[in-house]
């Protein structure tokens, strides 16, 4: 068997195993769920088309040529920061060892084959969004090469640099994390350090070209020209094939790095996990107390939360520092917002985590309402320990205006129950590290779709309708929430009498 033969085949067994996963845990079929990949592509291809259209009454269409190659910049510069940042997200949220792979071990296939072939479907989905986000760069060089055949190379060249960044970045936290374990760190906060150094490490070499204030000159050398997204741009803004020599290099050091670090041993997980906070206990003796208190502590000990804890105020802190750039500062209030918001998105992983044995609780006479409002109190709670420091701290810096903390309340509710249904749409599960990809993918399709047709009908449909409107929003999801996350009730307490 070849090695591309044996990529493939891990490819579609991981892919088969997800959807077989997936439809037990949501009792539907394989068709069912097939369907639900395909709506969610569907839903991604109009996210894609609502940012262009978004991005395309700020483009101008005649660019003056001093700003090309500051567009260009900009433009691969942006992609490569969402392309990072997917594939921090997405290595966060991956298991470091699953069934699978104690199964390719005793099998003969190469650690390298099957690593590959595990990340392939997760790679691919992961492109789709990175895709979607990124379509207000791709509309910039669109506008910026008025022949056909310089467009098609242009999108072309930038949907390989999105390749390209998602491949390196996933490498680099790959073996950030490996020299953690090699340390003896346990895995929730070497995956936490890995992905903090390779985001910053994204950030710090785009941001400048990001917000330059002054036009760059394609003439003038410097060592910044060696980055990635410069090396792409500079190929771009004109393509000359001398200039096609970097993004080479690029491409294979990116190949190289994914080879070495699908080779490095993955440790199992360690049976030592966060025990933090101790000694609680539920305040009254009734299911639904019984029910808070469990999720609330599984929320607090999960190694998301744990990862966003760390990243949340380095990334307030970043845009602190940044907010002195006159563009920045006009910025800042969507950015924190942002980051307030964030860890109510953890709210994805509460359905999975609970599916194995939620039925236990149902078959000693609690109702459906205990578990799924405490589920919803839990997620509502525990991120607001972590939200509400923030949000002070960014109304104090001046990021973030006090007339905007209830519409920024507002969009935590909406995240969090967002969030609880994609995670009933597609659980969580620590053996498929595709599931944490594929429901992360749902739920920033829905909530990006739902939060920007909000601000677009009440910015200019229905002026000041933007409160109404996110209430509406979150009754709906909440009541999508109740319906989907207790199908299954039924179907356990058949099962557990």
Avoid at 161 to 184: D, F, G
Wanted: proline share 6%; glycine share 8%.
């Amino acid at each position: 068997m070849t090695t591309r033969t044996a990529i493939g085949e891990v490819a579609r067994a991981t892919l088969t195993l997800w959807i077989r996963d997936v439809a037990r845990v949501t009792h539907s079929s394989t068709r069912q769920v097939i369907v639900g990949v395909v709506i969610s592509g569907v839903l991604a291809a109009a996210l894609g088309a609502m940012l262009a259209l978004i991005a395309a009454g700020q483009v101008v269409s005649e660019v003056p040529p001093e700003l090309r190659t500051s567009m260009l910049r900009s433009s691969f510069g942006g992609g490569t920061i969402t392309a990072a940042a997917i594939a921090v997200a997405v290595g966060a949220s991956a298991p470091p060892r699953t069934a699978l792979q104690n199964l390719m071990d005793l099998l003969p296939v190469g650690r390298a084959q099957a690593r590959l072939g595990q990340l392939l479907p997760t790679f691919a989905i992961s492109l789709a969004y990175t895709a979607a986000l990124s379509t207000s760069g791709g509309l910039v060089l669109v506008r910026l090469n008025p022949e056909p055949a310089a467009r098609a190379a242009a999108v072309g060249l930038y949907l390989v640099m999105l390749i390209t960044t998602l491949v390196l970045c996933t490498a680099l936290m790959t073996l950030l994390h490996s020299a953690a374990s090699a340390l003896r760190l346990p895995h929730q906060y070497g995956i936490a350090i890995a992905g903090t150094l390779t985001l910053g490490a994204a950030m710090a070499a785009a941001i400048p070209d990001i917000f330059a204030t002054q036009p760059s000159d394609r003439t003038a050398r410097e060592p910044m020209d060696l980055l990635p997204h410069r090396a792409f741009a500079g190929f771009a803004d004109g393509f000359v094939p001398i200039d096609a020599v970097l993004p080479v290099l690029w491409i294979l050091a990116a190949g190289a790095l994914m080879w070495a670090a699908s080779r490095t041993r993955v440790a199992a997980a360690s049976s030592k996990r966060p025990t933090l906070p101790r000694g609680t206990r539920p305040a009254a003796l009734t299911p639904f107390w019984g029910h808070l208190w469990a999720e609330s502590l599984i929320a607090m000990r999960s190694p998301q939360f744990l990862t966003v804890t760390l990243l949340a105020p380095v990334a307030m802190a970043g845009l602190w520092a940044a907010a002195r750039h006159p563009v920045v500062a006009m910025l800042a209030p969507s950015l924190s917002a942002a980051v307030v918001v964030l860890p109510f998105m953890l709210a994805l992983y509460a359905v999975g985590r609970t599916a194995a044995f939620g039925w236990i609780a149902r078959t000693a006479g609690a109702g459906a309402g205990a578990h799924l409002g405490a589920r919803l109190i839990a997620y509502t709670v525990v991120p607001a320990l972590l939200a509400v420091p923030l949000a002070i701290i960014a109304t104090a810096a001046g990021l973030l205006p006090p007339e905007n903390i209830g519409a920024t309340a507002l969009r935590c509710l909406l995240a969090t129950v967002a969030a609880l249904v994609a995670g009933s749409l597609v659980p969580y599960s620590e053996q498929q590290p595709l599931s944490a990809t594929a429901g992360g993918f749902v739920l920033a399709v829905m909530y990006l779709l739902v939060s920007l047709g909000i601000t677009w009908v009440s910015s200019d449909v229905l002026p000041g309708a933007e409160v109404g409107l996110t209430i509406a929003a979150i009754a709906l999801f909440a009541g999508g929430y109740a319906l989907i996350a207790d199908r299954g009730r039924g179907v356990h307490e058949l099962r557990a009498s």
